[in-house]
């Protein structure tokens, strides 16, 4: 029903950026929340940020709250994540996410739960 394609990993020294872009696909009018996931080897999935489709409440994460940046462009069903002042922390396997069609199982905006659909990932690494 809807598919979700990630761009814009790579490798980057500490205190860099980068820019990620997720382009959804498929029947997208239903869907509510978008966010961006991230899973490092022997953790567990955490959400990063995350957006309302309708409005521009934003959710983040306390460990990249004030460096990364969330938005989204609705005509190009399309959203972005803005990552400043990289971190080696921060690097994971970096998951765009959706909500559609939904109407029970809501547990937060950060929550792997809220969410139905995934995409593949793109891999973002952070060197010191």
């Known amino acids: 029903q809807v598919q979700l394609v990630e761009s814009g990993g790579g490798s980057v020294q500490a205190g860099g950026s980068l820019r990620l872009s997720c382009a959804a696909s498929?029947?997208?009018?239903?869907?509510?929340?978008m966010a961006w996931f991230r899973q490092a080897p022997g953790k567990e999935r955490e959400g990063v940020a995350a957006i309302y489709t309708y409005g521009d409440s934003t959710a983040y994460a306390d460990s990249v709250k004030g460096r990364f940046t969330i938005s989204r462009d609705n005509a190009k069903n399309t959203v972005y994540l803005h990552m400043n002042s990289l971190k080696p922390e921060d690097t994971a396997m970096y998951y765009c996410a959706a909500r559609a069609g939904l109407s029970q199982g809501w547990v937060g905006p950060l929550a792997p739960k809220s969410y139905n659909y995934w995409g593949q990932g793109t891999q973002v690494t952070v060197s010191s």
């Open positions: 498929g029947y997208t009018n239903s869907s509510t929340y």
